[in-house]
């Protein structure tokens, strides 16, 4: 279930990136060429916490910022540590992109924007987001 939803969420982010209003990414599709062992070590890092993280989500002690990365919403170390990872690795995957696809200096802001919509889409309800205005809310 986690590769079909991770398999479908960088589908949809590649997809958003290739339909961007953007004319930068918009001329053509962005993907991850080549899978270093860093990217790999950094999607089974993923893989391997994804329950830990979604059970954070839902109580509300993560959620989903405006960056495309996991934020500490409540005090808690455990907490603090999953997400410390979890956004290392999603860092090392959207700078691959960026470097991969020769995205430039914009290039980071880019692909986190899409991947925080992504994030957004795929959260459940109850749990927390940031919109792109910087409002947190509730998903429904």
């Given amino acids: 279930m986690f590769r079909r939803n991770f398999l479908f969420s960088w589908l949809l982010c590649f997809a958003t990136l290739t339909l961007s209003p953007l004319p930068a990414l918009a001329q053509k599709s962005y993907d991850l060429r080549e899978m270093t062992p860093e990217i790999k070590q ?5 893989k391997a916490r994804y329950a830990e993280l979604q059970q954070l989500k839902i109580q509300t002690v993560v959620g989903e910022n405006n960056q495309g990365l996991a ?10 540590g999953v ?14 992109i960026v470097d991969q696809n020769g995205l430039g200096n914009q ?7 899409v991947f925080a919509e992504v994030q957004r889409g795929k959260a459940r309800p109850g749990e927390l987001i940031q919109l792109p205005s910087g409002e947190w809310v509730q998903k429904t």
């Fill in 42 to 46: 950094a999607i089974e890092n993923r």
């Fill in 71 to 80: 934020e500490l919403l409540k005090s808690s170390p455990e907490a603090r």
């Fill in 83 to 96: 997400i410390e990872g979890e956004n290392r690795d999603r860092r090392v995957i959207y700078q691959a």
């Fill in 107 to 113: 290039g980071m802001a880019k692909v986190q924007a």
